[in-house]
Antibody, heavy 119, light 111 residues
Framework: QVTLRESGPALVKPTQTLTLTCTFS??????????VSWIRQPPGKALEWLAL???????YYSTSLKTRLTISKDTSKNQVVLTMTNMDPVDTATYYC???????????WGQGTLVTVSS | QSALTQPRSVSGSPGQSVTISCTGT?????????VSWYQQHPGKAPKLMIY???KRPSGVPDRFSGSKSGNTASLTISGLQAEDEADYYC???????????FGGGTKLTVL
């Protein structure tokens, strides 16, 4: 079955760079049509799509955050990595990775990882 | 402020039907048949309930249905059950510049 799991630091300081890893199983990111997205949710607030990487290594970013985000994949390890620079307290959120069907929907989600930005 | 507008809350009694609306623009909801709906219980990850406006993934009860008219999509839950109490989010593809936009979420209370 398809599973995804996020990992990374629970606490980062303002101005630091956040690195999150999504480790998945049950599908291959080298299969045509397969993609992985990162989505975040501040406490008590709505979901926000951040970035996507597809089977062809094409990368897409949220317009408002694109200067701070980098997404990459290691197909051999079944991992997708997201880095976000210059972290701020407003970036405090639960960060999810999700398998994505291009242009369409997010069908499997990880359990999420809460990242708090505080000095 | 979220790109898609949803009511903050809706409620219904067991067995009743409720509909949650999701209003966008011609650049997102109205422009693509790529609206999806997610159910989120407290402390849990979102779960896909409807995709491509009206399709149900395997395992989702047929009490859940989706539709769209113009710039507004809707999720209808019939035969409400206690376990349906959750937050629901709509999402729409918005083209190759914005990609995806979410609604602000609707809290469903089963009375």
């Amino acid at each position: 079955q398809v599973t995804l799991r996020e990992s990374g630091p629970a606490l980062v300081k303002p101005t630091q760079t956040l690195t999150l890893t999504c480790t998945f199983s049950g599908f291959s990111l080298s299969t045509s049509g397969m993609c992985v997205s990162w989505i975040r949710q501040p406490p008590g607030k709505a979901l926000e799509w951040l970035a996507l990487i597809d089977w062809d290594d094409d990368k897409y970013y949220s317009t408002s955050l694109k200067t701070r985000l980098t997404i990459s994949k290691d197909t051999s390890k079944n991992q997708v990595v997201l880095t976000m620079t210059n972290m701020d307290p407003v970036d405090t959120a639960t960060y999810y990775c999700a398998r994505t069907r291009i242009s369409s929907y997010f069908d499997y989600w990880g359990q999420g990882t809460l990242v708090t930005v505080s000095s | 402020q979220s790109a898609l507008t949803q009511p903050r809350s809706v409620s219904g009694s067991p067995g009743q039907s409720v509909t949650i609306s999701c209003t966008g623009t011609s650049s997102d909801v109205g422009g693509y048949n790529y609206v999806s709906w997610y159910q989120q219980h407290p402390g849990k990850a979102p779960k896909l309930m409807i995709y491509d406006v009206s399709k149900r993934p395997s395992g989702v009860p047929d009490r859940f249905s989706g539709s769209k008219s113009g710039n507004t999509a809707s999720l209808t839950i019939s035969g409400l059950q206690a376990e349906d109490e959750a937050d629901y989010y709509c999402c729409s593809y918005a083209g190759s510049y914005t990609f995806w936009v979410f609604g602000g979420g609707t809290k469903l209370t089963v009375l």
